[in-house]
């Protein structure tokens, strides 16, 4: 089992709901990201989502794709990100790290591979975003026999039928793109996300966490509400891109801080 279930099980035991940031490995460059992990742990953060920069990132809008392309220019590889996983779990053994990323890198190393390496460095899930779940057999079966989750997307225009497709296949949980869009789009309609979770939960006993569009803590604490976790990633990033090597960790600290108290004082 990865750290993930347990993760969920103590939150909801207490009343609260996740805060799951993302981060670009790599970005602004290698030695700051560890650090930053560690920023958004002290912060407030429940789940670490750890972006592999890639360089066509398709469901990504400009801000991370800028992340992924400061990354991808000073050399970050899928084998680095899982180098700096096992750095970070030399010093924080408890908090889960999600891998989320695309096929291809994946693909160039082999599942085998990569899923070996992913569990020995201390992966606990991992979100591949071009690998749909009707064909992601394969994926789920070697993240599982190794103890790690894989987690899916889903949409606003998700079928009930790809829903039920996705929750037979995904461990951990689901990750709803709260927009038919890309990440960083400002237009999040908090009803209609409202009105969509409990249909995904008739499907699916997994925790149910919402992203995309979630810029402040006022937004995290309306979706906070009904969602089991709030991701947020481009706000983060641009706070990441308005700083300094340093003064990058403790911007991202008082951001996400900021989040944690929107999502703990979140009325359900």
């Known amino acids: 089992m990865s ?6 099980q103590r939150l909801s035991a207490q009343g609260r709901k996740a805060l799951i940031p993302f981060i670009t490995a790599g970005d602004p460059d290698a030695d700051l990201t ?5 920023a958004l742990v002290e912060a407030g953060a429940d789940i670490i989502e750890l972006g592999v920069p890639f360089s ?9 794709q800028r992340a992924s392309e400061r990354a991808l220019a000073r050399g970050m590889t899928l084998r680095k990100v899982l180098q700096l996983v096992t ?19 994946i693909e160039a190393m082999g599942l085998t591979v990569f899923a070996d390496k992913a569990a020995q460095s201390g992966v606990d899930g991992v979100l591949v975003v071009d690998y749909p779940p009707e064909e992601a057999a394969a994926f789920g079966t070697a993240m599982k026999t190794r103890g790690m989750d894989p ?18 296949v995904a461990s951990g949980y689901v990750y709803y793109v709260s927009l038919a869009g890309v990440t960083g789009a400002g237009h999040l309609d908090t009803d209609a996300v409202a009105r969509r979770i409990p249909q995904i939960r008739e ?9 995309f569009g979630i810029r402040d803590a006022a937004t995290a ?24 090597a340093a003064t990058a960790c403790a911007r991202v600290k008082a951001l996400v801080a900021d989040l944690r ?3 703990d004082g979140a009325k359900p």
């Not at 750290?3 to 969920?8: A, C, E, H, L």
């Not at 066509?56 to 991370?64: E, F, L, Y």
């Open 3 to 8: 750290r993930i279930q347990p993760t969920f």
């Open 34 to 38: 560890v650090p930053l992990m560690h």
């Open 56 to 64: 066509d990132p398709m469901a990504d809008g400009p801000t991370i």
């Open 87 to 105: 750095t970070f779990r030399t010093a924080d053994d408890k908090t889960p790290v999600v891998l989320m990323g695309y096929a291809n890198p």
């Open 151 to 168: 987690i899916f997307l889903l949409a606003p225009t998700s079928s009930d039928a790809r829903v039920a497709q996705a929750a037979e």
């Open 203 to 211: 499907k699916t006993g997994l925790p149910v966490g919402v992203g």
């Open 221 to 244: 604490g309306r979706i906070a509400a009904f969602a089991d976790a709030v991701v947020v990633g481009s706000r983060i990033i641009e706070e990441i891109e308005k700083s300094t």
């Open 261 to 263: 108290r929107g999502v």
